[in-house]
């Protein structure tokens, strides 16, 4: 016999594969339905997760229909691959693909290190007469640079990784960061082991005019900036971040005295050395530390409004259970109080001598609360009659 296969519902028209038939026995074809709940409650559960994985979508699909393999009829044996197969695709959600997760560090990285440089070449453009005006136009551009990148990232962490309905976005945000560090560091170590090795080269061999580049100080503090940026907004996300931060500064650290010593000569523009140094830590301070403590301050509110919606709905919930019981209870009552009448009429009926004696004691308790009835008004005369007594 054969069967039409139902997807869960969660799945679009779209990505829904063609109604097909497989010879199929009896017992198979709750392990089907059973397979596909647990795709369901596994796979499409989080919502957002199909919009921003699609080919981990598909891939779940696929080897939910094409790899049930529907000769097992033994109860045993389709427990266990479908419990395969749940874990299979579970492992697909949670282990995405490592070329998507490398391409925002990648893309961030490979801006940072050609922009700068695309910056310091305006200057064969714009010729300014005074060198200091030149050295802080160029300046303000990396800055804003390095602002921008750090604030798209805090959106897109703040506004779409945390609101995307996944449970652990911190450790996402986390990972991002770390990610985007590590990356850094291998950008800037082949950048200084290879690019100023080759401009070098080029410079003395090939195209004498270029001679040896000058080291161009203002972009590197820049780059150092932006990493501590980095590892200040990683220590709520990921407390481990400044010591690998510490481990790959110190290894920068011998790596840019080298290619200073091989590779740079000397700036031919004098650089006023305090004037600067009180700059840079000005941008140390603003806009670095207090960005990353407005956004950590928002990362923060956000947990704790969450944790206090948690508690209300939780509260909310308890009460509709109460008060479901509180009916259920009320009904199971009423149920058993129906119950004992009818059990009460079946016995009279059964036995109409009881019902004789209930109705003589009814008739003997009447006269006496006619007479109570009866005594009542001239209890209340003698009263009226007392209280005007005391009134004169």
Not at 79 to 92: A, D, G, M, V, Y
Request: charged share 20%; proline share 5%; hydrophobic share 45%.
């Amino acid at each position: 016999m054969g069967f039409t296969p139902t997807l869960p519902s969660g799945i679009g028209w779209a990505e829904r594969p063609t109604t097909c038939s497989w010879p199929t026995s009896s017992q198979s074809e709750p392990a089907w339905s059973s397979a596909s709940s647990v795709y369901s409650s596994a796979w499409l559960s989080t919502s957002g997760t199909t919009s921003s994985t699609p080919h981990i979508y598909s891939r779940g699909i696929a080897k939910l229909i094409f790899c049930w393999d529907f000769t097992v009829t033994h109860e045993k044996a389709v427990k266990l691959k479908q419990k395969n197969l749940s874990t299979e695709i579970r492992f697909l959600k949670t282990h995405k693909n490592p070329g998507a997760v490398l391409l925002l560090p990648f893309v961030v990285s490979c801006i940072n290190l050609a922009v700068p440089r695309f910056y310091s070449m305006f200057r064969l453009v714009e010729r300014y007469e005074i060198p200091r005006q030149e050295v802080y136009v160029l300046l303000i551009r990396n800055i804003f640079l390095k602002i921008s990148i750090v604030g798209i990232l805090c959106y897109y962490w703040l506004n779409i990784v945390a609101l995307s309905g996944e449970e652990c976005w911190e450790t996402l945000i986390g990972q991002d960061i770390y990610r985007l560090l590590l990356m850094d560091f291998v950008f800037s170590l082949a950048d200084s082991l290879l690019g100023e090795f080759l401009r070098r080269l080029i410079g003395m061999k090939f195209i004498t005019s270029l001679s040896l580049q000058e080291f161009d100080i203002a972009r590197n503090v820049l780059e150092l900036i932006y990493a501590q940026t980095l590892a200040w907004l990683g220590i709520f996300f990921c407390p481990l971040l400044p010591f690998i931060q510490m481990i790959t500064l110190f290894i920068m650290f011998y790596v840019k005295n080298v290619s200073l010593m091989m590779n740079f000569q000397p700036p031919s523009k004098a650089w006023r050395a305090s004037q600067m140094i009180t700059f840079f830590i000005f941008l140390l301070f603003f806009p670095s530390f207090t960005g990353v403590l407005c956004t950590l301050a928002i990362t923060i509110w956000r947990i704790i409004t969450y944790l206090y919606w948690q508690i209300t709905e939780g509260r909310k919930v308890m009460i509709r259970l109460l008060h479901e019981q509180i009916i259920n209870e009320g009904k199971d009552k009423m149920f058993l109080i129906e119950k004992l009448t009818k059990l009460q009429d079946i016995e009279r009926r059964a036995n109409p001598s009881t019902l004789v004696l209930e109705r003589r004691e009814v008739e003997q308790q009447s006269p006496l609360h006619l007479e109570e009835l009866d005594a009542a008004p001239d209890l209340r005369l003698r009263r009226s009659m007392q209280e005007e007594n005391a009134i004169a």
